[in-house]
């Protein structure tokens, strides 16, 4: 066997519903997966860059930008219902059972993620490291506090979901985040089947690096945040 440091997977398959070819469509000048595979191949943190896709076109795109595709992704971890996990899984166990490859620690990058920086890479794998975490993730924080929001009760009217922050200052309430939507580091012998265990821990990135990417408005966020992080550099 042969134990290698650190492994960058992005996970792109072909098949994308709500932005057709998304993985690849063009954001700002070059496809949107250009830029998770330079961030990983530009931070100096990986021994090897790699594509996990089901996609000839992807795969020649990824390699066109320097990725690695060692192999192409079965079709049970590029249905609909594949998780990442599943896909990371399949992934390791290529390597190893095709390559004789272990590694020491992995980072999945998703491919819609520009906004991704290599210093907050750096700052999550030092995490992980320094306090001998199973995963490190990014988080944001929500943008209005979760604790004073409405559902629609049964005759349509609105009501609180929790009535016991009717009068509290938005300013009181404990501050809630959620993922991120970027990357994940993790040692994968501590990986059971969840990304998220009770020995994770997450770097908080501010609203202007974070963008979720599933309509055409989200993306030209997306381009507009990439533009002002760039501006701002």
Known sequence: LQQVKNLAIIPARGGSKRIPRKNIKEFLGKPIIAYSIEVALTSGLFDEVMVSTDD???????????????????????????????????????YHEKLNFVFDYICCIYPAAPLVQTVDLK??????????????????????????????????????VWEKFKNARSQDLEKVFHDAGQWYWYNPLKLGDSLFTDNSSAIILDEDKVQDI????????????????????
């Open 56 to 94: 000839e076109e992807i795969a020649s795109i990824a390699k066109q930008y320097g990725a690695k595709v060692p192999f192409m992704r079965s079709h049970k971890a590029a249905d609909d219902f594949a998780t990442t996990m599943d896909v990371l899984k399949e992934v390791e166990k290529d």
């Open 123 to 160: 700052k999550g794998f030092s995490l992980l490291i320094e306090k001998k975490l199973d995963t490190v993730f990014s988080i944001v924080s929500f943008g209005y506090p979760i604790w004073r929001g409405f559902r629609f009760g049964d005759s349509g009217k609105t009501q609180l």
């Open 214 to 233: 599933d309509t055409e408005t989200d993306w030209k966020l997306a381009e507009i945040k990439y533009e002002l992080l760039q501006s701002t550099r």
